[in-house]
């Protein structure tokens, strides 16, 4: 067998659940394999329904062209994204280094192999938009048989280039990092400042061509997309493929997608050996000497140990952390250029009145600020080291209670703060501001109990690699969607209700009911801390 | 201090990686458990210190039940097991604060007894780094330490000497007797037969799950070595 595919179908083994259904003996573990599958299927589904549901909007606006243009676009953001967060952990720095670079692989194809392990663990993700994208523009545009097979054919190609580039930029991020005194810190911030780029391109794209007085072209979605193709040619080769029946774009597509996984893993692969060790090395001063020690509390000492782990780790820091400092940066932005223009901005300046928008305050600081809740993969996190924890005599009803104040006090003056500042700049009354500060925080105890129910409920310890559950973790993923989505339709919901009652009472009603689906999450927790 | 009374385990299939196994572990010994890989050490072990559930038997510390007060047993007992993986992204003092903390050992106290310790095991310079940086001797060090923080009536060990340099080998027997010679009883598994020999007053050996042989060592090498009492009860 060829050493490549060896290699690879041993990574996927490796960390594969099937292979687990298969030989293990533990019926109980068997049983949470096949829930967490049932759990992935369901959100795999609620993706499938939510891009069908774009393409039908699409197309009862006759912008059915667009679609291929969309999925193009929604795969290849994807992929970066889930790629860049993943680059960390599995492409460098990962656990079984040692081990396989001591087998005769070259370092480029253990690189490769890592790659395309990634690639092929997203894939489902990818190929459940490009499914339903297809079904949504096979309805409407009826296209041949043929055009549906070149469509499933260039979906693997698609998030091939945005994957290469992420993982080159979280090479060359690592590569400058280990040049610094603190490499994980340096590159924690590089990873922090290439997301949040990443998060705000969509409004320099638009900066850019507003410069250029092609406005016009931005003011629908559709034109967005076709600029879109314009600034990433991928895009627009898949949209003419598909539309135009062009398979010179298609072809261009699948080549250069090849040509570039070479040529990046051939470049990666001359200096992978090196970065790696300089990842994996460790400064060691050896100077300490005693000095007075300091007693904490029980609680507060997982708090603090919780507080190491996470600073220990670029990619806990880069999940964990990103939805914070974005808040902080919304509510610093805000507080220097307004929040009538922040609206502009957000909503393409669709003539929006932002006193509308002012119940919505908590909710739009609590999309970010709750896009992750750490307690949702902390949990899992103990890995290894859960003999740790569990021989030591805390309570796990304590071990959580500290993993959910952690988050606590990661969230909570980030959510004051951001609440604050939007109030402020909004010219909020008094009252009104201090019922929104009230519930943010109930949000963020929401947040942390529901995550931490997720985690519990789905903890996974025998990972190899802390990304499989902090990026792929079914509790991960149970939190997230539901949450984000949930939190989307509670802005339209509030601003609607805003309308119509007053803005008081609708923010104690909301106070009221998050604060009842805060204990309910907390005593689920403490509940599944008794059962386990 | 220790008593563990018909504990049997199984992973899920017919074979029981422990079965029936009934020791008593008294305040003042040193109780060494051998058997060959995979004979059941680790699984006992783990299920006495509660890190691993177990349908069959009961196991008392102190008098307490693991099954029914399992936080009463962990105050008084300390584990070390056979591969240390503590918390990478915490420095050695960080680790051994977080451990005291836990054991609301005041600062003064743990204090003396971690300067005491690590002197012992000459670690105090490394205890400033970050315990991804240790070898796995240094984490074995550290973990050590970190059990002997809270003065532990009962001290379970998974093959303690593995990784541990001649001098610290030295060091943690020397405290195992100073422990012991204050009342407390000392647990641990090993396959180093002379070892075994030479430090514990009492062993039992287990195969396949079962207890074969157990009492002082003069009672089951009845003037044999433990080696060739070890290789005859492996044979039978």
């Known amino acids: ?532 | 201090m220790l008593q563990i009374t018909d504990y049997s385990k199984s992973y899920g299939g017919d074979k029981k990686a422990a079965d029936h196994v009934t020791l008593s572990v008294n305040k003042g010994d040193i109780y060494g458990f051998i058997g060959h890989n995979g004979a059941g050490k680790s699984t006992t072990i783990r299920a006495v210190v509660g890190v691993l559930d177990f349908e069959e038997g009961e196991i008392f510390i102190d008098g307490h039940s693991v099954k029914d007060e399992p936080m009463a047993c962990k105050e008084v007992t300390a584990y070390i097991p056979d591969n240390p993986d503590l918390y990478e992204n915490l420095t050695g003092i960080q680790y051994l604060n977080f451990v005291a903390d836990v054991f609301k050992i005041s600062a003064a106290e743990r204090e003396e007894r971690i300067r005491k310790y690590a002197q012992a095991f000459e670690i105090t310079g490394a205890l400033g780094d970050l315990i991804s940086s240790y070898s796995h001797g240094m984490k074995q060090k550290v973990a050590i330490i970190s059990a002997l923080i809270h003065e532990p009536k009962l001290m379970v060990l998974d093959e303690p000497f593995v990784g541990l340099d001649p001098k610290a080998t030295f060091q943690l027997k020397e405290i195992m007797h100073e422990m012991c010679e204050k009342g407390s009883a000392i647990f641990f598994s090993t396959h180093v037969l002379d070892v075994a020999e030479k430090l514990c007053n009492k062993v039992a050996i287990i195969r396949q799950g079962r207890i074969v042989a157990s009492g002082t060592i003069e009672e089951i090498t009845e003037g044999h070595s433990l080696e060739e009492t070890f290789l005859e009860a492996e044979n039978e």
């Open chain 1, 1 to 532: 067998m060829n050493k490549t595919v060896l290699l690879l179908r041993t990574l996927l083994l490796s960390t594969s659940s099937v292979n687990l259904l298969k030989h293990s003996k533990d019926k109980k573990k068997k049983r949470r394999v096949i829930l967490a599958y049932v759990g992935l299927f369901c959100l795999y589904g609620m993706l499938v329904g939510y891009s069908f549901a774009i393409c039908l909007g699409y197309s009862v606006y006759g912008l059915t062209d667009s679609i291929p243009a969309l999925c193009a676009v929604t795969i290849s953001a994807l992929a970066m994204i889930f790629t860049f967060f993943k680059v960390n952990g599995y492409l460098l720095n990962f656990k079984e280094y040692d081990m396989i670079m001591s087998l005769p692989f070259q370092p480029s194809t253990v690189a490769g192999c890592k790659f395309l392990y990634m690639y092929i663990k997203s894939l489902p993700w990818y190929l459940s938009i490009s499914i339903s994208m297809l079904a949504g523009y096979g309805v409407f545009a009826k296209p041949p048989v043929g055009t549906c097979i070149i469509w499933l054919i260039l979906s693997l190609f698609i998030p091939v280039i945005p994957s290469l580039f992420a993982s080159l930029l979280g090479f060359i991020i690592a590569k400058l990092s280990v040049g610094f005194k603190h490499k994980k810190a340096m590159q924690t911030i590089l990873s922090l400042i290439f997301v949040l780029f990443c998060f705000s391109l969509r409004y320099i794209i638009e900066a850019f061509f507003r410069n250029g007085k092609i406005r016009e072209t931005l003011e629908s979605m559709s034109g967005s997309i076709k600029q879109a193709g314009k600034i990433y040619p991928p895009i627009q080769w898949f949209s003419e493929t598909i539309v135009d029946g062009k398979i010179s774009g298609g072809l261009l597509l699948a080549g250069v997608s090849i040509l570039l996984f070479s040529l990046v893993f051939f470049y990666v692969g001359r200096s992978y050996r090196k970065i790696n060790s300089a990842l994996q090395s460790h400064r060691a001063k050896s100077d300490y000497r005693m000095t007075r020690q300091k007693s904490r509390s029980v609680i507060h000492a997982i708090v603090f140990k919780e507080f190491k782990r996470m600073t220990g780790s670029v990619v806990y820091m880069t999940n964990g952390a990103i939805g914070v400092i974005m808040a902080v940066l919304l509510g610093v932005i805000t507080l220097i250029i307004g929040f009538n223009k922040v609206i502009a901005i957000v909503t393409n300046g669709a003539p929006v009145d932002g006193k509308m928008l002012q119940p919505a305050i908590p909710f739009v600081v609590y999309f970010l600020v709750g896009m992750m809740s750490t307690p949702a993969f902390t949990p899992s996190l103990e890995g290894k080291n859960y003999w740790i924890v569990r021989s030591l005599p805390i309570k796990k009803e304590t071990l959580y209670r500290g993993k959910m104040l952690f988050n606590l006090y990661l969230t909570v003056p980030v959510m004051i703060f951001s609440v604050l500042c939007l109030c402020i700049s909004a010219k909020v009354p008094r009252t009104e501001t201090i019922l929104d500060v009230i519930l943010g925080i109930m949000l963020c105890c929401f947040s942390t109990a529901w995550g931490c129910a997720c985690g519990v409920k789905h903890m996974r310890l025998d990972w190899e690699n802390e990304v499989e559950v902090i990026k792929q973790g079914a509790a991960v993923a149970l939190y997230m969607l539901p949450n984000m989505l949930v939190v989307m339709a509670l802005v339209v919901l509030v601003v609607f209700l805003g309308l119509r009652m007053d803005r008081r009472v609708l923010s104690l009603i909301f106070i009221g009911i998050t604060a009842l689906l805060s204990l309910l999450s907390y005593l689920r927790v403490m509940a599944l801390a008794k059962k386990e």
